[in-house]
């Protein structure tokens, strides 16, 4: 059954947010730097999509790449919730 993007990009959520979490329940110490760059390295993959979707010669290839940016937003969305956490976090303990 085909999936919708809606459901990709929250199952791509879930699946960050759950490594995520796992990571930092076990005593992972979280690297701001990296996920700063993960979140820009999403933000031009989406655009690198966008922009190819141009010239997509099917509808089909049209929506594969809405399938894609929704994978990479839903990624995008998880780091960016976690890093906002921590920044949070960082902020109260100062």
């Known amino acids: ?3 919708t ?3 990709i ?4 959520y879930t699946s960050i947010k759950e490594q995520l979490d796992a990571a930092f329940a076990k005593g992972g110490i979280p ?3 990296a ?4 979140i820009a390295s999403l933000r031009k993959r ?3 999509v966008e922009q190819g979707v141009v010239f997509a ?11 894609v940016i929704a994978m ?9 919730e976690r890093l906002d956490w921590i920044n949070e976090r960082l902020n109260a303990n100062k």
């Open 1 to 3: 059954m085909a999936q």
């Open 31 to 33: 690297n701001i730097k």
């Open 9 to 12: 990009k929250q199952e791509s």
């Open 46 to 48: 989406i655009r690198n």
């Open 57 to 67: 010669l099917s509808l089909e290839e049209v929506n594969k790449a809405e399938l």
């Open 35 to 38: 996920i700063k760059a993960t």
């Open 72 to 80: 990479l937003q839903g990624q995008q969305q998880a780091y960016q």
């Open 5 to 7: 993007t809606e459901q």
